[in-house]
């Protein structure tokens, strides 16, 4: 084989780190489910801090029982939404 035209061992040790440091970052990574999963979890957050802010300022009996309502329902579903480690 002529002189350059293989690879040297340089170049072996710079590919093997590169596949190594691509491997660890798609690891870090979350799944797109695991994404997903966090992002509706986070959404039933903002919701139920929301509610909690306009039940502290509503003064009316019906749309009390209403947000009450909704409470309940942002939390069932938030306890239905745990992460199972």
Excluded at 15 to 35: L, V
Excluded at 60 to 67: D, V
Aim: glycine fraction near 6%.
């Amino acid at each position: 084989m002529a002189r350059g035209w293989g690879r040297s061992e340089e170049d072996l040790g710079a590919e093997k780190e590169h596949a190594r440091d691509a491997a660890e970052r798609s690891a870090a990574r979350p799944s797109p489910g695991h994404a997903r999963d966090a992002a509706r979890r986070r959404s039933l957050q903002l919701s139920l801090a929301r509610i909690e802010d306009l039940l502290s300022k509503t003064e009316s009996r019906e749309r009390r029982n209403a947000l009450e309502a909704a409470r309940a329902e942002l939390l069932e579903r938030l306890g239905e939404s745990e992460p199972t480690h």
